[in-house]
């Protein structure tokens, strides 16, 4: 740095602190005198950000909760619905090929409320297995959707890796959205 002509070292000084350099001054000293003289956030601020950022967290986590809810309740679907999962549940069963995939697929239909009449569809679709486009066809609704692709990663955990793209298969052919994909993938894949 040279001093100006005519001016003492202290003018100089004076001139940078004041905002008026030099052109020959960089970037990066007028940034650091920048944050020399920056004002000092109020602790209130500082206080009201953090409580913002976790109220913040808390309705995102309430979301995915809301998006994504810890348990699937099939006795909330018509018969007619639940016959359609059942019949879908049959058709992730059998597209990994896996022997023991069955088991753990009732396991899931019971736990989730399914009744007699969709257990004996299930046993049925798996003794005879209806099409993929008739299956698929079953399902109207988007919680069908989502149900069918939880039954598909639930068992993908016996069936192996045909059934896990299988499940990605459903997913992206019932363009379900990334957040549940995600969510249902974070709860059931193993």
């Known amino acids: 740095m040279r001093r100006r002509s005519g001016t003492g070292w202290k003018g100089w000084a004076l001139e940078r602190v004041a ?35 976790k109220v913040l967290h808390g309705f995102l986590q309430n979301r995915h909760q809301t998006l994504m809810p810890l348990s699937v309740n099939l006795a ?27 088991r753990p697929v009732r396991a899931w239909l019971t736990a989730s409320g399914a009744d007699e009449e969709t257990l004996a569809a299930f046993e ?3 003794r005879t297995p209806p099409p993929l486009t008739v299956a698929l066809a079953g399902l109207t609704t988007p919680e069908m959707d989502l149900i069918a692709f939880i039954l598909c990663l639930v068992a993908a955990r016996e069936a192996g890796p045909a059934a896990s793209a299988f499940a990605d298969y459903v997913a992206a052919a019932r363009a379900l959205p990334s957040t549940l ?10």
């Open 76 to 102: 909330s679907l018509a018969g007619v619905e639940r016959v359609a999962v059942a019949r879908f549940a049959a058709v992730a069963v059998l597209a990994g090929g896996a022997a023991g995939a069955p």
């Open 181 to 190: 994909v995600r969510a249902a993938e974070r709860r059931y894949r193993v």
């Open 124 to 126: 049925e679709a798996l």
């Open 19 to 53: 905002g008026r350099q030099d052109q020959r001054t960089t970037a990066g000293e007028r940034e650091a005198i920048d944050r020399r003289h920056r004002d000092i956030a109020p602790g209130r601020r500082q206080i009201l950000d953090a409580v913002g950022q």
